[in-house]
T-cell receptor
């Protein structure tokens, strides 16, 4: 069975601080996808990144960066120089990749979410 | 369109009434997924489709819940005889094949059962 653990329930930082959100996953699949989504107070789910299990290269996008470590089954997310607009719930999620007439995402297993509050 | 469109945004039903939610996937996406978010943080997978065919329905409650994706129509999720515990935000997501596109979610439908 798949499992995603976001051990940090809530994090509170002051603007301009760096913050890292942890994500640890469990799966028996050799091919899988990892995601991060942001859910701001307005409620929508904003896609941030997708990473497949064969690509361990870390990624940077502006103030966001992701550290994928297959050896420790972790996919951590760092926000550099945080801003008030970063305040949201962040979800890490895992999906197996299926082959059934095409490669499809299996169902997503979400972590419990981390509530990030950035104070001015 | 370039986004997953869910309607309505909010839906209020009395206990025992029927609720029907709609999802128009991104054009060209053949996979559609439904998720239920209860208590703000917990997501539960309900069902997925490949075109109009059910792909995985392991998360669907056996009674009262049904879903369809018909050609040239939005996909739908229907709850018969709603119960208080059905109150949640229901999200729809769509994708092409996993190697090509990420999984994009709609803005969700908030169902309140009173």
């Amino acid at each position: 069975a798949q499992k995603v653990t976001q051990a940090q329930t809530e994090i509170s930082v002051v603007e301009k601080e760096d913050v890292t959100l942890d994500c640890v996953y469990e799966t028996r699949d050799t091919t899988y996808y990892l995601f991060w989504y942001k859910q701001p107070p307005s409620g929508e789910l904003v896609f941030l990144i997708r990473r497949n299990s064969f690509d361990e290269q870390n990624e940077i996008s502006g103030r966001y960066s992701w550290n994928f470590q297959k050896s420790t089954s972790s996919f951590n997310f760092t926000i550099t120089a945080s801003q008030v607009v970063d305040s949201a719930v962040y979800f890490c999620a895992l999906s197996e990749a299926l082959n059934a007439g095409g490669t499809s995402y299996g169902k997503l297993t979400f972590g419990q979410g981390t509530i990030l509050t950035v104070h001015p | 369109g370039e986004e997953v469109a869910q309607t309505p945004k909010h839906l209020v039903r009395g206990e025992g009434q029927k609720a029907k939610l709609y999802c128009a996937p991104i054009k060209g996406h053949s996979y559609v997924f439904w998720y239920q978010q209860v208590l703000k943080n917990e997501f539960k997978f309900l069902i997925s489709f490949q075109n109009e065919n059910v792909f995985d329905e392991t998360g669907m409650p056996k009674e009262r819940f049904s879903a369809k994706c018909l050609p040239n129509s939005p996909c739908s999720l229907e709850i018969q005889a709603t119960k208080l515990e059905d109150s949640a935000v229901y999200f729809c997501a769509s994708s092409q094949s996993a190697g090509v596109s990420p999984l994009h979610f709609g803005n969700g439908t908030r169902l309140t059962v009173t």
